[in-house]
Structure formats: C-alpha cells, structure tokens
C-alpha cells in the first residue's frame, strides 16, 4: 500500500510546472528507456527450473483403489471424545456445550477411522460462531484466548483429545499456526467461517510428499507440506478435531464438498488394507469404577497407573478438571489454606470457574453416554451415604458399577514404582545440587587464576624495579654517595624481609567428577509403601478429622456389581481400616470439639476459689501476722491441714506462696480440668487422652490463651509440665496427657497443698546451695478487671482484689496411695 504521504507528494509534484528536460546523448548500442521498462514489467518466457519445481503440486490424482473398502462409517465414538463435545447427524456436525465455565474449555473429537498407509483426507467447516455471556463483576483472572478456537490434524489412538496438549498429534489453527504438541509456527493462511478445509494425511512411501500433511482452503494449498514428528512416523494416525465456542460440520466423504487440484480419496473411502477401525463397545454398556483407599496412602498414583494402562478410562474428579483448564489456556489457580489433592481451590479469579459449574455440568453429562469412567474422590469413596449419591446419578441399565479396593500393603510392582518416583526426584536434587556446585567451583578457579595472572605481573614488575634501583645504586656509588647509599640499602634490606613472607597455600578444591552422582535410596526409603505426603496432601486435616469417623468399606449391597480387593484380600482390608481409623484417632485433632457445660462449670468454681485464695493471703499480709503459727511445724504434714486459710492463728497454708506459685497452682487445676474434661466430652473409649502434639491445640481450645513455657525459661511444654509432675504427666510408652489425680477432684484445697510442698521442697534445696533448684521465672504483666458479667478470671500474681474475710473448709485428705492422690 502506498502511504498517504507519498500520495500528497505525487499530486503536489503533477502540480509543479513543467520543466523541458535536455536531452542527453545516446550511447552507442544503447536501447531506449521505454523499451528497457516495457521488457522489465513482461514476464519471463520460462522461470528458473528450481523455482518453478518449488511451486508445482508434488501430489499427483490418486491411482485407481486397490482391495475392499472399509464398510465401518466414519464418525466419533464417545471414548474419544471430551465430555463437552456433542457429535450430531451421524458425527457430520460437532457442537459443544458452553455453559458456565465449559465455555472456558477446549472440546476434542478423534474419528474412529484411523490411517496406517496411503494419501486419505478429511474436510471441516466452521458453520456457527458462538459468543458466550460471562459476568464481569469480581473478575480478577485472565481467561484463555483466543476465545473462538479450531484445530484440525491428525492424533495417535490413546493420545490427548486437546491436539496440542501432547506430542503424540498434529494440527493447524484457524490462525495459520502448524503444531505438534506445545511447538507452534506459523506456517500457512488463515481460514474462516464457512471456508471449507481441507486435511491431507500422506502415508504413501513411493510419494515425494511421504509422511506430511496438508491443509487447502476452498480446495486451494494454502502451506506447504508440513512434515510429520519422528514420534509419530509408522504409527496410525486418526483425524482430529479439537475446537472452543464453535460448530463444525465434518465431511469424511465419499465425495468432497470442495475438490482439490488433484484427485484424493476420502477417508470413507479407505481401502480396508490402509485404515484401522474403533469400533464402539458391543453392549452399548459403559462402566463406573471407585477406587477406595486411605487419604495418602496411594489411592491418587494407584488411579494414575491404572489409567496409564487403560487410556479408555475417563477420570472424573476435580484434579482432572483443573488439568483440562490447563490444556485449555487457563492459568493454574493459586491454591489456598484448606486446598488438597482429593479438593484443589478453584481460584481462577473468573465467576463461571469459581463457582463449581464445570463439576456440576459434569455429573449431569457424564451419565447420557456410556462410557467407562473412574469415579476419583477419596473421602466420598470412602463414606457410604457419599458412595450412594456418586452410582444413582449412573443408571444400572447403562453401566456396570466396580469398586475396587486398594488398602494395606501394595503390591510389589507398585512399591517398585514408588520407589522410582522417590529415587528419581533424589536424583533431579542431586542433579541441580552439582550444577551448582560446579559452577561456583568453576568461577572460584577462574578467580584464582586471575589473582596469580595479577601476581605474576606484580613480581615481573618488582624485578624491574629491582634491576633499576641496581642500577641507580652502581651510578651513585661511582659518584662516592656512600651516605645515600647506605640509607637505600637499607630499605632495600625492609622490603626484602616484607618480600620474605611465605606465600598463601592455595586451597584444595573438591573432586566433583565429571557427572553428577548417582543417587541412592535410603534403607528407610526402602522400607515405604507410599510417596511421602506433599503439603495437605489428599485431604486437608480439618476436613479429615469430621470424615474419618465414617469410613468404610463398600458392599455389593449399596448398588456395585462387583468389589474387588487390588492390593489385600476383605478380611485383612477390613482389619486394616479398624487399626487406621483407631491410629488416626489418637494422632488427629478434633477441630470442632467445643468445652461442655461441665468444663465450663468447674472453671468457674475454680476461679472463684483461686480469687478467693489470692484474697485471703493479701488481707494476711496487710495484717503483719507472722506465717508460721506459734508451736506448730507446718513441715510435719501438709496433707493432714484441714483448712488451707487457716492452719492456726488466722495462718493460710499459702501465706509464703510467690508469684511463681499462684502460678504452677493455676497450671495444676487446668492441665487436671483440661484432661478430665476432655476424656468427658469425646466419650471414646479408644480417645481417653490427650496427645503431647495436641496439647497447645486443646488448651486453646478450652482456654482461649496460650500455654507459656518461657514464663519459666523453658521453651516445649513438656519441659513445663516436669513442674507440676504431681499433678500431671507425659507417659512415656503413649506420650499421653495422664492426671495424676482422681477424675473428679471435690476439695480443690489439694492444689494448694501439692503447691505448698513443691515450694517448701524447693526452698529447702536452695538453702542447702541446690541453685539448679531456683526457678526462672518472670513475672508477667497483670491482668485487666474483667468485666461485671463474666465470671471471674484465673487471677494473674498481682491481681488484686478485696475478698471476704474467712472461709472455712476441711479436707479429709487421705495422701498418696497407689500412684494417685485419693481425695
């Protein structure tokens, strides 16, 4: 196109008046100007031999057909074709569905004619383009382009049903591109709507255009012969169509709807010894398989190595979904706190993503055709009522039910591949880790190289130094400065002593070999049947833990035709999920455990006797009393006190208790609280105690604060709770939270006297020169009041708060016996 510029020149220059050109001497021989333009602006009589080879058709009219034809029509079976993808009219039109974020999704269709030898051809249209709504409101992600799309090629059975989504195919775009898996180049013209499309497949060795495909537009070449992927070069080869927010009209002929310059057979037309038929399954009966396994115990690499050997299973799960986004051009979605394999978060940041559509799409379209899928959700396979709402969407009349139980120890070839995958990610760690290793070594020995190149050039330029001054010295010396001399000789002596220091010995470099070591599993390594889990791994924790409790093994009862046992046979399975649900108990918190009526009611009573206690002691020391009553030992025997708040002449057995006491105190009566309540309200024999890992979680749960470990210069719980071992313990065999009281303490004056001894026991060891015996304890800051409504707080050490003068109470202790305090 000529710019608009150069347009005004032209006119501006016509308006230009006219200047009469001399004219100019013609050479001898010379031809005329307007002969030399008319020559060039003619055509030459016969371009150059290679040229025109390059522009000729190579395909020649196809020979007269040889041997039977194919009777089977050509079409799309459902197992080869995406769920969205709807063949209609004998597989002569393909729509697909666009609702919600199916119109996201990439639709594929591989023909149930596939070609192993000659020159077939198929034809496509795009008949119908389609613009669906999508609501703009809260979108934040981007969504795939281009949002009309066609591809149109040639795939090996088996292979992905997105062309582009594997090596194992070939394909051009609508947009001119020629590709084979993620390659892409831009090789031909465009296409549009209602222009017929032509595919060419040339599999005849005695061609020159052997082993390429083609496409023509309107019957016409519009690239040149793409050669097919060494992959893919003597395998059969089965027309391909993969498409997004269009329908196409397909011809597989006879007879084509736009013939080319050459005479080709259709892929209807295959000659029986060139073609290889899929043939739909002769019951009309699809299958629906349900693997049932542990939560990261496999069931996930089980169902990948299943569907490995067996292409023809379509998986249904959410995983597969996000995979099929994937390969559609959308963006993996970030995932969030609660995401895990078996529920990965649908953040796409795109409304019709982001609000389970395509799930919901899915379970009302997977059941109008039959085909063999496997059902993959470990907690729902897991739970009865969960399996029961999966197989009634799937009529019996339509597809046979199988679950299949894989559970307990695998089998060898199983471990054997678990220990590959292990041992190959070992190595890719190895790999990197000694690339870099031999980089940094590379750049340090390129540094010590240029630091002796440095070193070399500073001696060379001390030695002329030195020749100079020889020389300056013999010069000065026939002049008889002998005085100067003398001084320069002795600065040559200073520098030759700095000179005389021994030099830097270079450092050994480590021998990395040539190759990166081969890495080798460890004997634990060995020793797993399973992947180590990965982040929530299959399901998150707090959905576990509400799930656990019901899970079972399927029956035939529920509505499945067969359940078979992978891995052990049903006894050992059932005794294998009895031990699992019993050892999940103990090591999975309980997230939804709220404290009862009963946790509830203690702490409140506690906390009034603590305030109490706290207030009797301050009202003692405003009175200047003295703490030890006149003729009594308070040492002779704690236990025996009848009343804490009065052990004789107004004394409380707690008179000498410091910040640090009131302290352990208040820890005595919650771990005790803490572990009786608890064993109350999960009322599961199998559960009566708390883990030590669990130990901060229910605290929390029941205290609404934290444990404080440093409080006392310790940093782990355990560490802690050595303080208060009269009271509570960690068992060693089950690491357990253990009282050592009976479950139901009536007198709480108990707690004040195991605190009294502690203390005293303590003192005593201080005085005798015991310091290991001294606590480090810091005092925290004081609490705020608490509010009129709520009822009293466990009292901080320098709480302070005017109490009732009294308070009688007996105790009727009875001491230690049998390894518990009886009260």
Same mark, same amino acid.
């Given at each position: ?52 080879? +390059? ?400 070193? +070399? ?46 030099? +830097? ?31 929530? &791994? ?204 009976? +479950? ?73 016996? &049998? ?5």
């Amino acid at each position: 196109q000529v710019p608009s510029w150069f347009k005004h020149f032209q006119v501006t220059s016509t308006m230009a008046p006219k200047v009469e050109k001399k004219a100019v001497p013609k050479k001898v021989g010379e031809q005329p100007m307007e002969d030399k333009k008319r020559k060039a602006e003619e055509a030459p009589a016969e371009e150059p031999a290679a040229k025109k080879a +390059e522009e000729e058709e190579l395909e020649k009219n196809a020979a007269a057909p040889k041997g039977e034809q194919i009777k089977a029509t050509a079409g799309f079976n459902a197992v080869d074709t995406t769920l969205n993808a709807i063949p209609s009219l004998g597989g002569k039109v393909l729509m697909a569905v666009n609702d919600g974020g199916f119109q996201y999704l990439i639709a594929g269709a591989r023909a149930n004619i596939g070609i192993k030898s000659g020159r077939y051809m198929f034809e496509v249209k795009i008949i119908e383009a389609i613009n669906p709504s999508e609501f703009s409101s809260g979108q934040r992600g981007k969504v795939p382009q281009p949002r009309q799309l066609l591809r149109v090629g040639f795939s090996a059975a088996g292979s992905s049903l997105i062309l582009g989504d594997a090596e194992d195919g070939v394909f051009f775009d609508a947009d001119g591109n020629f590709g084979s898996g993620k390659l892409r180049s831009k090789v031909s013209q465009k296409f549009h709507r209602e222009q017929v499309v032509s595919v060419l497949l040339n599999l005849d060795s005695s061609s020159p255009n052997a082993n390429t495909v083609s496409i023509f537009r309107e019957g016409l070449r519009i690239a040149k012969p793409q050669k097919l992927p060494e992959n893919l070069v003597g395998k059969t080869l089965f027309p391909h169509i993969a498409y997004r927010n269009f329908t196409v009209s397909v011809n597989m002929g006879p007879n084509p709807a736009k013939p080319l310059p050459f005479t080709c057979r259709m892929v209807q037309t295959a000659s029986t010894a060139d073609a290889q038929i899929v043939a739909e399954s002769k019951d009309g009966k699809g299958e629906i398989l349900m693997p049932v396994g542990f939560p990261d115990e496999g069931t996930f690499e089980f169902v990948d190595s299943f569907l490995e050997k067996n292409p023809s299973y379509v998986e249904l799960s959410d995983r597969k979904l996000q995979e099929w986004a994937a390969s559609s051009g959308l963006p993996k979605p970030q995932q969030r706190g609660g995401a895990s394999n078996d529920k990965p978060s649908f953040s796409y940041g795109v409304p019709s993503m982001d609000d389970f559509s395509l799930k919901r799409v899915c379970n009302v379209l997977a059941p109008l055709t039959p085909r063999k899928y496997v059902i993959m959700e470990v907690k729902s396979n897991l739970i009865e009522s969960e399996r029961a709402v999966a197989i009634k969407r799937f009529s019996s009349a339509k597809f046979k039910k199988t679950a299949m139980v894989v559970m307990g120890e695998p089998k060898e070839d199983y471990k054997k591949m678990v220990h590959n995958k292990i041992l190959k990610a070992k190595q890719a760690k190895a790999d990197v880790d000694w690339k870099m290793k031999k980089a940094t070594q590379e750049k340090k020995k390129e540094f010590i190289a240029k630091k002796k190149e440095l070193a +070399e050039k500073a001696k060379q330029a001390e030695e002329q130094r030195k020749k100079m001054a020889e020389e300056a010295k013999a010069a000065k010396a026939a002049e008889g400065k002998e005085e100067e001399t003398k001084e320069e000789e002795k600065k040559e002596e200073e520098k030759k002593e700095e000179e005389a220091k021994p030099e +830097e010995k270079e450092e050994e470099m480590e021998d990395l070999g040539e190759a990166p070591p081969k890495a080798e599993l460890s004997e634990e390594e060995k020793k797993l049947w399973f992947s180590p889990k990965v982040g929530n &791994g299959d399901i998150a924790a707090t959905l576990l833990s509400k799930a656990y409790g019901d899970f079972s093994l399927p029956e035939k009862k529920e509505g499945f035709d067969q359940v078979k046992y992978e891995w052990q046979p049903e006894a050992k399975s059932k005794d294998y999920l009895r031990k699992w649900i019993l050892e999940t108990k103990l090591t999975t918190r309980i997230e939804d455990l709220q404290p009862s009526q009963y946790f509830k009611e203690k702490l409140t009573a506690w906390n009034a006797k603590f305030q109490e206690w706290q207030n009797k002691q301050k009202a003692f020391k405003a009175s200047g009393a003295s703490k030890t009553p006149a003729g009594q030992d308070v040492a002779a025997d704690i236990f025996s006190v009848e009343d804490v708040c009065d052990i004789g002449g107004g004394v409380p057995l707690f008179a000498s208790f410091g910040p640090e006491d009131w302290t352990l105190i208040q820890l005595r009566y919650e771990m005790h609280l803490l572990q009786d309540a608890f064993k109350k309200d999960v009322n599961d024999p199998d559960r009566p105690h708390i883990i030590e890992n669990h130990l901060a979680f229910y605290y929390g749960k029941y205290y609404k604060k934290q444990m404080n470990p440093k409080a006392f210069g310790f940093t782990e719980v355990p560490e802690l709770l050595k303080l208060v071992k009269d009271t509570v313990i960690i068992s060693e065999d089950k690491q357990t939270l253990e009282s050592q009281l009976s +479950e139901e303490v009536d007198n709480l004056d108990i707690f004040v006297k195991m605190t009294e001894e502690s203390r005293k026991e303590r003192q005593r060891r201080i005085d005798a020169g015991d310091e290991t015996a001294r606590l480090k304890y810091v005092t925290a800051a004081p609490a705020a009041p608490a509010a009129a409504n709520k009822p009293p707080q466990a009292a901080t050490p320098k709480a302070e708060a005017k109490g009732e003068k009294g308070g009688k109470g007996k105790g009727g202790g009875k001491g230690w016996k &049998g390894g518990k305090w009886k009260w």
